[in-house]
């Protein structure tokens, strides 16, 4: 029966050994990290490959595009105002970014029409800039904006109050600005995981009545729009990626006045805009961070 031979051949076959992700090249001596990683690694728990390390050049790359990421916000806060429409944004930062050397990465990126994100009210994010869409007394707007600079990439956004707000929705984006900073707090130190941060976040969201989006999170940045780790807002301590010194990544913590369930807005055509299912409120910070021997240092602002 030779067909019966070849099946039992073909499933005693056992499974390839997989490779580590973390390795020290042949004819080098491994370092305090080397070591402290592939301890971790020997322990089953998920770390960084050396691709994700950036170099002192390439971390100067991704720390000055920061700097430029930071100024086209600030030029946003300096203009931002009832009656604006979300189009007039979008224009602020083309013509900053574009003047001072800079690409807007979202502009075209997989179909996305704009240079920015505008995120109005109960639209988590990757809300399209548009001339209907006109900023009222009360309304809260997160402006999300990814700068390249020679190559390199920074990522934040930031949340505005339009005049004066319900006390609701100022409750959900002070919450939502010290889940960011909970989150940092959490990386002061190295060798950390992301479900750490994505824990405490998480429980502070809880505490205050509120949910975190578990749909879309953070990432690794700097040498492309998305890199890994992916970075949740939510989850077990000592889970997700170890975050070692010279990555580069976003927090960016959605929270929501209601449920975390999150969906489509039937009528964009593009399928980018994300709203809450729900129809309650959601506010979002977020910035990139450097990790370094002692903690994260804040590259946007």
Known sequence: MPELKKLVAMTSK???RQ???WFVPAGLEPTEMDLKIMEWEAKGKLVPTPSLIKTPEQIEGIRKAGVLNTAVLDAVAEKIREGMTTAEIDRIVYDYTTKHGG???PLNFEGFPNSCCTSINDVVC???PSEDDILEEGDIINVDCTTILDGYYADASRMFIIGKTTPERQKLVDVAWE???IGEQVCSEPYVFVGDLGNAIA???HQNGFSVVRDLCGHGVGLAFHEEPDVEHYGKKGSGMLLVPGMTFTIEPMINGGDWYVCGDEEDETEWIVLTEDGADSAQWEHT???TENGVEVLTH
């Open 203 to 205: 429980k502070h969201a």
């Open 289 to 291: 961070y450097l990790m």
């Open 126 to 128: 990757h809300g399209i």
């Open 14 to 16: 056992k499974k390839k």
């Open 179 to 181: 889940c960011l900073k």
């Open 19 to 21: 490779k580590p992700r």
């Open 103 to 105: 690409i807007p990465a």
